[in-house]
DNA sequence: CATCTCGTTTCCTGAGAGCGAACAGCACGT
DNA sequence: ACGTGCTGTTCGCTCTCAGGAAACGAGATG
């Protein structure tokens, strides 16, 4: 299926074993014989692989079925705890969501995508913990036009080169040039926003957290189109929020 | 160094790339190089592992060092997510931590091993943050032997022999009569306690989530020594402890 | 400009990854 | 009890490809 080995340059075997955690990962958990039909493989191949998995705890047996282990939260809480933004901004993001009574997020990014590390939603209506860890385009959204208007123009045209601009929904930037003007108003203004680009009904400001020049993360808040108002972002949202961001890189600084 | 391959029954190149993630954890980014020298491997052969992980974002690369990807946190989240019992317990444990003003935790168990997955401390003395994702063997603290109190008998063995019974402060239980004749203690207290066994200062109790029989989860309430004394156990946190832990198993029958 | 020291690439070789088939366990309908 | 159909696991065989040594290229340092 995903024959994409055009390579030479990598490990083949390594392929099949990322092959193997993705399939447990959509299926949540699934025998030897259904990955090794869905992969393409032999049993025994599966197995071995299995055997090497389990023994590091990345994958457990119940009941003949396997399913990702907890080793990967130990490794994916290691990395989180890497980024010393994380420790900077946890409190205060959550203070940024009691304030306002609407959710606030962390995001961070790394190779040209976003990721939402952190996030509370304090009216809780949705269950806003299915979006922590997920990927995101930085185009598409507040907090990923916030940190791009704030990396070198170079390195936004690599990002655009490597992940190309795709819809998220009707309102998705998806023009180069729009998006590039976009991005000095966001500069201009300090914060960028969010009309519906990647969610249809949620409306979102963002601005991005600083240090030594590079945007190394952003702090978004974000709700229902018809709460988080234009008028409510300039008279109160967005002063807030830039208040917390100015917090948060303070502590950055400040141990 | 780890020459831990007798097997056959795994792969080798697996070991190889484990061992690499290992290394890339522990030294929080290294090069090409400093890998190779570690792990007594080829430049190549590590180099060549490295742009699989990269491809797969489980690795990054900066300024020349690499270090573990956001790609793990993703996987991490994901298996932390599959735990019902965490979200059915999540806001029930902030409650906790919130009316006891201590630390309160949460705590599952895979393969004999207990792990901290989520945790508030609303007195935000310490950094906390740096528990969660760890490893606890399940016989030196009281969220542990809480699950080991209701996990079959035949389970607890073979558990304790597989992990062995290893002391972590000079209180902890090392003998197995001693530990089975406290786990029949904790069964009749409805909750187990922590009394310096694995930490120094640490004062805990801890209660099972039981679903269909089996101990899935624990809660605990755990503080400074002299903060959370015998007398405030029983006349206070007990009680606050076992309600937590009743809503929770509610919670998880009833969506 | 020479000299380290990185990361990356190239090439070769024999260890071992991957395969197919046989084996073992369990749960069913008879 | 006895097949029958499903699992997961193990056993050898074979040819691939993971791993090693050494060359290459790119920055930094003196």
Redesign the interface.
């Known amino acids: 299926m995903e024959n994409r080995d055009i ?1 030479g ?3 083949k ?3 099949t ?2 092959a193997i ?1 993705e399939c447990l ?1 959509r299926t ?1 958990g699934a025998g030897v014989t259904e990955l090794a039909d869905r992969l393409d493989l032999a049993k025994s191949t599966v197995h ?2 299995l ?3 389990e ?4 994958v ?1 047996k119940e009941d003949g079925q396997y ?4 080793q ?11 980024y010393e933004v994380y ?1 900077a901004a ?2 205060r993001v959550d203070r940024l969501a009691a304030e306002t009574n609407e959710a606030a997020w962390l995001i ?1 990014h ?2 040209g995508m976003g ?1 939402f ?1 952190y996030g509370v939603a304090h009216n ?1 209506a949705f ?1 806003f ?2 979006t ?4 995101v385009y930085l185009h598409a959204n507040s907090a990923g036009k916030a940190i791009l208007a704030h990396l070198p123009d170079e390195e936004v045209s690599s990002i655009i080169d490597r992940h190309g601009l795709p819809a998220q929904t009707e309102n998705t930037i998806t023009d180069r040039e729009t998006l590039l003007d976009e991005l000095a108003e966001v500069r201009d203004r300090g914060y960028a926003m969010n009309a519906q680009e990647d969610l249809r009904g949620l409306h979102a400001i963002a601005s991005p957290v600083i240090t030594d020049g590079r945007p190394v993360a952003a702090v978004t808040i974000a709700g229902a189109a018809n709460r988080v108002t234009e008028e409510r972002i300039e008279d109160d949202l967005s002063e807030r929020l830039l208040e917390a961001v100015d917090d948060i890189e303070l502590r950055l600084v400040y141990g």
């Open positions: 390579d340059r990598s490990i075997s390594d392929e074993l990322f955690i990962k949540n071995k692989h055997v090497a998995l023994r590091h705890r990345y457990v399913r990702l282990g907890l990967f939260f130990t490794a994916g809480i290691h990395v989180r705890n890497q420790h946890k409190n961070v790394e190779n990721m590390v809780e269950t913990d299915s922590i860890g997920t990927w």
